[in-house]
């Protein structure tokens, strides 16, 4: 016990030896100046990536609305297309009323066909601005990540120096 005691208040004689640096005042001066500057910067960064973060949001919410807008003029006009194809089959004579409703079928289904188109198109361009925005949202936090990084070398760097 007595040989484990003694090894253990050796290491710590050891260690402490060791650790010891020398600081001397204008090394710490150094050092508090760099943290500044790496929280200035930081800050900095955070809100370059915030502001980033606030207009890819916008971007992809006015995309969303745009698309929701589009999709509703295209819903409408096919509505309006069923209902002139309706009010036609129901204008035409009884003898002509099968060739009426071949015809509102064929403009009922030209209707729905562009409709869809016009909805899918808007769907696919709100997706890429989605996209983007989110790509934009990614690239603003990856370049802070990169400037706290920086900023907590430089600081090392600063530490360092003796």
Request: without cysteine.
């Amino acid at each position: 016990m007595n040989k484990l005691l003694a090894t253990l208040i050796a290491g710590v004689f050891a260690t402490s030896a060791y650790a010891q640096t020398t600081v001397t005042p204008a090394n710490t001066e150094k050092v508090v100046k760099a943290e500044a500057k790496a929280e200035a910067d930081v800050a900095k960064a955070e809100a370059k990536e915030a502001k980033a973060a606030a207009k890819a949001d916008e971007k992809a919410t006015k995309a969303v609305a745009d698309a929701g807008e589009k999709k509703a003029k295209a819903h409408a006009k096919a509505v309006k297309a069923h209902a002139d194809a309706n009010e036609k089959v129901a204008k035409a004579d009884p003898e002509d009323r099968a060739k009426a409703m071949a015809k509102a079928e064929e403009k009922v289904s030209e209707a729905n066909l562009k409709a869809e188109k016009t909805m899918i198109k808007a769907d696919e361009k709100s997706l890429k601005k989605q996209v983007d925005a989110a790509a934009d949202r990614a690239t603003a936090a990856a370049k802070t990540e990169q400037v706290r990084a920086e900023a907590a070398a430089d600081v090392h760097k600063a530490a360092a120096k003796h």
